[in-house]
């Protein structure tokens, strides 16, 4: 026997190849297999896990990918990162980059066609300094969609700048505002109510017709609540320098609104009707236009109508006014010449089209363009309406266009069928008439016989004086001892007794006609007065009728020296002494008075020329501030001061000539009255000079 | 050389310990000698060998699939995969470095694999090694295998320096929790082995 525990290999070998009774394959399994069974299924488990959360592939179109590197670039919602860009690429043409996002599952159904994409990078502009962040991590794809799911969309358009308005996720409205153009505005600008920030505009496009410029305004939540249809919104661009009565004015809005423009509105007047979303809103040049818009015709329509005018339309510009009957009812859009006819008849107009507002016209709201023509052409067949040029201010000479209403101008109507618009039939520029008007006011007023009526009644006063100090004078009263008595007698004659009253009564005319020009009442005052004053001189005539040589006599010496020949006036002087002589003893001599009488209508006479010369009237209307006519009324005032001096002077001398006639005659009382009365006068002129020369403009203007 | 040239225990109708070599009447279940199990030849072993096998070639894709490590630094955040990093180090012109990492992390492990797999097709089939081949080859299995955790070894001790918070933060990835483990199951597999089978008719 062999020791068990080391068996001979011989007798064991057949032993040991017997191997137990096969087990079912499964019994034979090692429990390692779990291993790898759980290696792949965890394997799988993560591979199935990394595909299914994987997400939706979203495929966004940029114009170019800076700063966007696929497998990096996070897009974020609300600032979160719901992706990263996985591929990058280009579109079938080359003309876009295509940037393909991983988005994740669950946010996934919410990106529909509403949604807005763009990248976000470093920006410093004039409004801070937004998206800092990316300056170390890179830019990221922002985007923005709203919080209701409408399917799921996979191909959308990025934008190229980041928008500006409020998303979906912000509370607000959008409107649509219209410009004329866009040079002011850009995307982002500002939108101010009352200079608070309550909103900002999107970028500027332009509309479909091309006529305007179109941007969305978003207008934030609570301040939506200001806006009304009666809101008007202004291009609050840049700065206003604005020349007023108070001076010059800067007006600076917000520095961002001077580089990027900006935008207000203000809701002028109470009771417009709320506002939808995407209405639309004009946007006016400035702050007054658009206020005063609010007073304008809700009917905007307009008519638009051309006018052909034969003279020079110097001073018409783009936008200036038609008015009818003073009111503005539109304006003009264009200006242009054209050549009328062949040959030799060949000529130049010049044509301006007007575009009307229909609403002004006075057809109500719901006119149409073809009622206004209607009206229109009413109007010039029965009214004679007919547009003419007009200046619209005399000091920069810019023109309006006027529709007047002339009864008497040649039948005409609008032609509907001229090009481009139905034609108006015009008038004589009133431009011309009224270069004439005031030509000729201001050379009436230049031509007025001022300066001569002053030297006239000058030269009078010292042919008085010099006549009253003639030694023949003073020869006079001691020659007319008995004159006097006779003249005592006249006196005491009820006609004689009137005179001094009448010449008073001339004489406090006279002061009262200067009084009222020294108070700076109208011309009109002074005409009255010198009506009155020639009512009074009348009834003087008349109370002196009785003596009608010595008058004539008088007269004519007055004629000679209205016509300030010195000489002529000295001989004259000489003949009145004589004649003075020769009526002295005669019956003739009670006629002396009236050469105070004359003298006095010699005054007349002046003012009464001032009356004839006075289109004044006229001329005050026409031109209140013709400096010419001013200066040469000063000019002519300056010797008002003289004329007083020398009308003292007369009284002076007169004063002498009456002392010789007797102390306390009732006659030289009488006549002592008048010279102060004269005097008075007098004083008035100088004092009517002083104002004069103080303030020229005051006469004309009338204060 | 012959097979039978080779005495083996089994040939010689004992029972060879693994562990500390001493023999044994067939039928003994323990070695007495430090009490490890016995068996002739251990007739679950290739299939241990071929579990390890597949689950570690299950964990090497997602380890060469998944990034190896994921950096952030200020103004970058990138995950690099271990032929990635292979890549982008040739591409630095570090061909040493590269070729390290390519060697360690890329052929070892493959290698392993391929070694592995022919050893235990071929055990019964000495047409391509003989014997003594095949066992050399098994010693060399073994013995590289534990160097192919150099890779991970990298990763996480510069995962656990490099962490400045927000200037710069190194983390592992997927794939070297993935390449760990397909590194220790490839070892397991390779231990899986029962050389003696080599020398079995």
Redesign the interface.
């Known amino acids: 026997m062999t020791d ?6 011989q007798g ?2 057949p ?2 190849q017997v191997t137990p009774a096969r087990k079912r394959w499964w019994h ?3 429990p ?5 069974i ?3 299924a ?2 799988l488990g ?2 199935w896990q990394s595909y299914a959360g994987r997400g939706e592939l979203v495929t966004i179109s940029f114009q170019n990918a800076s700063g966007i590197e696929a497998g ?1 670039t996070p897009l974020k919602f609300r600032d979160v990162t719901i992706g990263v860009v996985e591929q990058v690429n280009f579109g079938a043409d080359l003309s876009e980059v295509l940037v393909n996002v991983r988005v994740s599952r669950d946010v996934a159904p919410f990106i529909d066609d509403g949604a807005e994409f763009w990248v976000v990078r470093p920006e410093v502009s004039v409004r801070g300094v937004t998206g800092l962040d990316t300056v ?3 830019a990221f794809i922002a985007g923005r969609w709203d919080s209701e799911s409408s399917g799921a969309h996979s191909r959308f358009t990025g934008l190229e700048v980041p928008p500006m308005l409020g998303g979906p996720d912000q509370t607000g409205m959008v409107v649509v505002l219209r410009l004329r153009d866009g040079n002011q505005i850009s995307a982002g600008a500002p939108i101010l109510y009352r200079g608070i920030e309550v909103g900002a505009v999107g970028a500027p496009r332009l509309s479909d017709d091309g006529e305007s410029v179109l941007i969305d305004a978003f207008i934030e939540a609570p301040y939506t609540e200001r806006l009304t249809s009666a809101s008007r919104f202004w291009d609050a661009s840049g700065f206003d320098v604005s020349i007023g009565a108070s001076g010059v004015e800067l007006d600076v809005k917000s520095l961002a609104s001077l580089i990027e423009g900006g935008i207000s509105f203000d809701t002028v007047v109470s009771g417009g009707d709320p506002v939808d979303p995407g209405d639309s809103f004009e946007v006016y040049p400035d702050e007054n236009t658009a206020r005063d818009s609010v007073f304008t015709s809700a009917n905007d329509a307009t008519l638009p109508v051309s006018v052909v005018f034969d003279g020079s339309v110097s001073g018409l510009t783009v936008g200036a006014e038609v008015r009818f009957r003073g009111l503005k009812v539109g304006e003009v859009t264009d200006l242009g010449a054209y050549v009328e006819g062949e040959g030799t008849a060949r000529r130049v107009r010049l044509r301006a089209n007007l575009e009307l507002r229909i609403g002004k016209l006075g057809l109500g709201d719901e006119a149409t363009p073809e009622q206004a023509i209607d009206l229109l052409g009413t109007f010039v067949q029965n009214n004679g309406l007919r547009a003419r040029l007009t200046t619209a201010s005399i000091l920069t000479g810019g023109l309006l266009v006027d529709l007047v209403e002339l009864p008497d101008a040649r039948p005409a109507e609008i032609r509907m069928d001229a090009e481009p618009y139905p034609e108006l039939p015009t008038s004589e520029a009133a431009l011309s008439d009224f270069a004439a008007t005031s030509q000729g006011v201001f050379e009436r007023i230049n031509a007025l016989p001022v300066e001569d009526l002053m030297e006239a009644a000058i030269d009078a006063l010292d042919s008085f004086r010099a006549l009253a100090a003639d030694p023949a004078t003073r020869r006079v009263p001691e020659a007319a001892v008995g004159l006097l008595d006779d003249t005592r007698a006249l006196v005491t004659s009820e006609d004689v007794a009137a005179i001094p009253a009448e010449v008073r009564a001339i004489a406090a005319s006279a002061r009262e006609i200067l009084d009222k020009i020294e108070e700076g009442q109208a011309v009109e005052n002074l005409i009255a007065a010198i009506g009155r004053a020639d009512r009074a001189l009348t009834s003087l005539e008349t109370a002196s009728e009785d003596f009608p040589a010595i008058t004539s006599e008088v007269r004519s010496i007055a004629e000679k020296v209205d016509g300030l020949a010195m000489e002529e006036l000295l001989a004259s002087a000489d003949r009145l002494i004589d004649s003075a002589d020769a009526l002295i003893g005669t019956e003739e001599a009670r006629a002396l008075p009236a050469a105070f009488t004359g003298a006095l209508e010699e005054m007349t006479v002046f003012l009464a020329q001032i009356r004839a010369g006075g289109a004044i009237e006229r001329a005050n209307s026409a031109i209140s501030a013709a400096e010419a006519a001013a200066n040469s009324i000063n000019e002519a005032a300056q010797s008002l001061p003289d004329l007083s001096e020398r009308m003292s002077g007369l009284v002076v001398s007169a004063d002498g000539v009456i002392a010789g006639y007797g102390e306390r005659s009732r006659f030289n009382t009488e006549l002592m009255s008048v010279l102060r009365d004269i005097q008075s006068a007098a004083d008035a002129v100088t004092a009517l000079a002083r104002t004069i020369e103080r303030n020229p403009n005051s006469l004309i203007l009338g204060r | 050389m012959t097979p039978a040239a080779v005495p083996t225990a089994r040939t010689a109708g004992l029972i060879g310990c693994t562990r500390c070599g001493r023999v044994f009447a067939p039928g003994t279940e323990l070695c007495t000698r430090c009490g490890a199990p016995l068996s002739s030849r251990d007739p679950r072993a290739l299939q241990r060998v071929w579990a390890w096998w597949f689950a570690g070639l299950v964990v090497y894709i997602p380890a060469n699939i998944y990034p190896m490590l994921i950096t952030r630094t200020l103004t970058y955040s990138g995950e690099g995969t271990i032929l990635g990093g292979v890549v982008e180090l040739l591409g630095h012109g570090d061909y040493f470095v590269a070729f390290v990492i390519f060697f360690a992390s890329i052929l070892i492990p493959v290698g392993k694999f391929m070694a592995i797999a022919f050893l235990a097709l071929s055990i019964r089939n000495h047409r391509f090694l003989d014997e003594h081949a095949q066992h050399r080859l098994h010693a060399v299995v073994e013995f590289i295998g534990r160097w192919s955790m150099i890779d991970v070894f990298v990763v996480a001790i510069l995962a656990s320096l490099v962490r400045f918070d927000a200037v710069a933060t190194i983390n592992p990835g997927i794939a070297a929790i993935s390449f760990a483990l397909s590194v220790a199951f490839t070892m397991l597999s390779a231990q899986s082995f029962d050389p003696r089978a080599i020398w079995d008719e």
């Open positions: 068990p525990e080391i068996p001979s290999p064991e070998v032993q040991m034979q399994l090692s390692v297999w779990l291993v790898p759980v290696a792949l965890a394997a993560v591979a990096q170390l991590s890179g």
